[in-house]
């Protein structure tokens, strides 16, 4: 059996990671497992836990993909105009929001001009929200749309206000999974690709994994792998975003092996351990996981619970039940029922620095 003590030496703050071998012998041992997360989410955080007051904007639900696992995707769906982005985006500054996060299915024409647009309107009437916008799959497509390079594609978004991207489109970066369950989307190349140009012209990103459908604990391990050599290179990954696939309303979900709640634990500890000292903020997701497992995961190796999201699509169109949006208080109460100390971030991760709002009647428009 391998003992957490011996590890915990092994791995100290600045070491590199532990090998494949240790890691599935981990997978196998859950307290070894639990206990040395523990441990190195407070050698690296301390005992604080964060989040961001953000609103997800999702400007359109129509798209030319064809994601096995996606229920957002609608034929006859909607695409919000310039008044409706930005009266959400003047509520969810009302209520605290310093960041938009700003995503959207693939719509066949839309091309680098119409993306940067989005963010120009945003901008010339916000100028001090965030803007955390477009995935790599969607800078892949805007890209192609024009005729142009990533590079330049990325030039322009930065140029319109591009703060920093969101990871996602990353499923697993292994290719046989992406061939069964998103087989039209980038591959884990072309995905690494643009996710370090970006990193490279000096705008950030997130990193996510979708686990708990087809893919093996292998793959898993490989995904986790593609990231650690990513941030070696860039240093612009700022977390890591476990999204547990939620089975509802897709096709994929009919063929899934669907996570339960000690898969979920062991998947945050062995994130943190396997991405340690690369990647030290681990978020659990409480829109997918539900609030109680999403604080559970705290004592696993987590020290962020993600945004208050507001207006959350996705999850919701695949059958989560946990709402379109927590206020800070909601947060800050799951955070301290774990004996934990919250604290307010901006997207980057720096401390923002005023009294934590409080919503009393956050009167959102329906999304
Ligand atoms: S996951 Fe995104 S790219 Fe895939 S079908 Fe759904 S909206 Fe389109």
Same mark, same amino acid.
């Given at each position: ?11 100290? *703050? ?42 997800? @904007? ?26 409706? *982005? ?13 960041? @938009? ?21 945003? =901008? ?25 390079? @990533? =590079? ?129 903020? *681990? ?81 959102? =428009?329906?999304?």
């Amino acid at each position: 059996m391998i003992s957490c003590e011996s590890l915990s030496k092994e791995v100290s *703050i600045d070491s590199p990671g532990l090998d494949r071998e240790v890691l599935l012998a981990l997978w196998n041992q859950p307290i070894q497992l639990f206990r040395l997360a523990a441990l190195l989410c407070e050698s690296t955080c301390g005992n604080r836990v964060s989040f961001v007051i953000n609103r997800n @904007i999702n400007f359109t639900n129509i798209c030319v993909g064809s994601c096995s696992f996606c229920a957002f995707r609608k034929k006859d769906g909607y695409v919000l105009s310039e008044e409706e *982005i930005l009266q959400k985006v003047e509520e969810a500054e009302t209520l605290g929001a310093t960041e @938009i996060c700003l995503q959207g299915g693939l719509l066949p024409d839309m091309v680098v001009e119409d993306y940067c647009l989005l963010l120009d309107v945003i =901008r010339s009437h916000f100028s001090r929200i965030h803007l955390h916008a477009f995935s790599p799959m969607e800078v892949w497509h805007m890209a192609r749309n024009s005729g142009v390079g @990533i =590079r330049d594609a990325l030039l322009d978004l930065k140029a319109s206000g591009l703060g920093s991207m969101p990871g996602t489109a990353a499923e697993i970066l292994v290719d046989h999974v992406r061939e069964a369950i998103c087989p039209e989307k980038l591959g884990s190349m072309e995905w690494s690709y643009v996710i370090s140009e970006a990193h490279l012209l000096g705008i950030p990103s997130t990193s996510t994994m979708l686990y708990g459908h087809v893919e093996s604990l292998e793959d898993r391990l490989d995904h986790l792998e593609v990231l650690r050599r990513i941030q070696e290179r860039t240093g612009g990954f700022t977390e890591f975003v476990l999204l547990p696939f939620i089975p509802g309303n897709n096709p994929l979900g009919i063929r899934s092996k669907a996570s339960d709640l000690l898969d979920h634990l062991k998947m945050h500890a062995l994130s943190r351990v396997a991405l340690h000292p690369l990647i030290t903020n *681990i978020q659990a997701s409480w829109v997918k996981l539900g609030r109680e497992a999403a604080g559970a995961c705290l004592e696993w190796g987590v020290n962020d619970l993600g945004g208050t999201l507001m207006e959350e699509n996705i999850s919701r169109s695949a059958g989560s039940l946990e709402g379109q949006c927590l206020s800070p208080e909601q947060i800050c109460e799951i955070i301290e029922e774990h004996g934990r100390v919250a604290f307010e971030r901006t997207t980057l991760y720096q401390p923002v620095e005023r009294p934590i709002p409080i919503w009393r009647e956050p009167h959102l =428009r329906e999304g």
